[in-house]
């Protein structure tokens, strides 16, 4: 597998999220000239304090059952008891802004990473550097979501989960199609004929390939990673400039343009806003599609399952280093059991005998090669791609990509659904919504 390129997308610059949250952020703490940042978590030793509080936590549903997993073994192993508030991915952005207004924010919340820049430069986290620079294994934590947490020097959040895009693809039905179920396309060349191919069996209610093509979010995650595996960027370094008009992006958006207008891809794809875009895959009616690594462990209880790096046009081999971060809240006065917390987060217990054991990916490097990965070839693709894997960052990133009505949907639905011939209009358009 040829290595992931575009590390120099990233950028400290904070992301951008809806007006509604921050006006409601601009009535925290007070004056409107506070250091970005809340508050310092006091130095209480590396592991904080475990003396029998009780401490909140938030996390989106999409991470509903990595969330569960971890709080359940850390309630079974601490004094601390984390109690636990699962919100609705849709409902996420809103909840948090209401709450950091009105100073209700939860002791420790998991936040999307294209969102922590932005939630860091507001003062919604507290200032971990101090504790964080202790981590003897600090400089294996992974790089994108560092970056993305890191302000003017300063760290804000660690890793929760990290939710890669990768390849899938139902072995079954390879064979059935003629395709090797043990060789992954190598090219996204090689992709689109492999739906065909699949396509081609007529089967009923079977579609080579899926996507949400009403989803910006889901487009971000799953077809920029082809142009990274190509050599190329989609931002310039400063997140700036929209650079999606290139040659290797059209050639992604024409790839799927003629899977659509051959049949290959799953008809609800076209409205598909997000809520159940994986569903086909996971029903075994879809041959092969770019797909969240979290879902692996359900995935396979239904189909069996090859995983690769998403490739690009050519060839090459990239993914979206996405999930959520987590850090303590500005409106925490229990910081140094929120950080006993993060610190147990971070552990080979938590990282290794949860996360890996229920097949998601680990966050330091250095454990990427543990018992549950070295048994199954797919985790040690996932954890190799990972190392190596994109993290996009720019302040007004949900604005321009997942934004429903933002000018990323809109270019992806023409060039795919539409006529096709608005690309450099519509790249215009985002490169002005991210120079806000």
């Not at 999930?323 to 990282?351: C, H, P, R, Y």
Request: hydrophobic share 45%; with cysteine.
């Amino acid at each position: 597998m040829r290595g992931v390129r575009g590390r120099s997308v990233r950028t400290r610059a904070a992301v951008g999220v809806v007006a509604a949250l921050l006006l409601a952020v601009s009535a925290c703490g007070g004056g409107g000239g506070a250091a970005p940042g809340g508050g310092e978590v006091a130095e209480v030793g590396p592991d904080g304090v475990d003396d029998g509080a009780t401490l909140t936590l938030w996390a989106r549903d999409s991470l509903e059952t990595q969330t569960n997993l971890l709080v359940d073994a850390y309630n079974a192993t601490h004094q601390n008891k984390i109690e636990v508030t699962i919100v609705p991915n849709d409902d996420y952005v809103t909840k948090v802004g209401a709450a950091a207004g009105a100073g209700g924010l939860p002791d420790l919340f998991a936040a999307d990473i294209v969102y922590v820049p932005n939630w860091a430069e507001q003062g919604l986290f507290q200032d971990l550097t101090a504790n964080i620079d202790r981590l003897p294994f600090k400089d294996t934590l992974n790089e994108g979501h560092m970056s993305a947490g890191t302000l003017e020097g300063s760290s804000y959040v660690l890793p929760f989960v990290l939710d890669l895009s990768m390849l899938f693809w139902n072995k079954d039905l390879f064979r059935e199609a003629g395709l090797d179920p043990e060789k992954a396309p190598a090219t996204l060349e090689e992709f689109a004929a492999a739906a065909k191919a699949v396509q081609a069996l007529g089967k009923p209610d079977t579609y080579g390939t899926a996507t949400g093509l009403n989803c910006g979010g889901c487009l971000v995650f799953t077809w920029f990673p082809s142009v990274w595996a190509a050599g190329e960027q989609v931002m310039n370094p400063e997140g700036t400039e929209s650079l999606l008009a290139s040659s290797t992006a059209t050639r992604v958006y024409d790839t799927w343009r003629d899977l659509w207008a051959s049949g290959a891809v799953l008809p609800s794809s076209q409205d598909e806003a997000g809520p159940t875009w994986t569903a086909g895959f996971t029903s075994g009616q879809v041959g092969l599609m770019p797909y969240p690594a979290t879902l692996l462990a359900s995935a396979q209880e239904t189909v069996d399952v090859g995983v690769a790096g998403i490739p690009g046009p050519g060839g090459g081999a990239s993914t979206f280093v996405g999930g959520d971060g987590i850090g303590v809240s500005k409106d925490s006065t229990k910081a140094a059991q929120a950080w006993n917390f993060l610190a147990w987060l971070m552990t080979e217990d938590a990282q290794v005998e949860v996360l890996a054991k229920n097949n998601d990916v680990v966050s330091r490097s250095d454990l990427a090669a543990n018992a549950y990965a070295s048994a199954d070839p797919r985790l040690v693709t996932i954890n190799e791609v990972a190392a190596e894997g994109v993290t996009p960052v720019a302040r007004n990133f949900q604005q321009a990509f997942n934004a429903p009505t933002g000018p990323w949907l809109t270019l992806v639905r023409e060039a795919v659904l539409g006529p096709g011939t608005a690309v450099e209009q519509n790249n215009a358009e985002i490169t002005a919504v991210l120079g806000q």
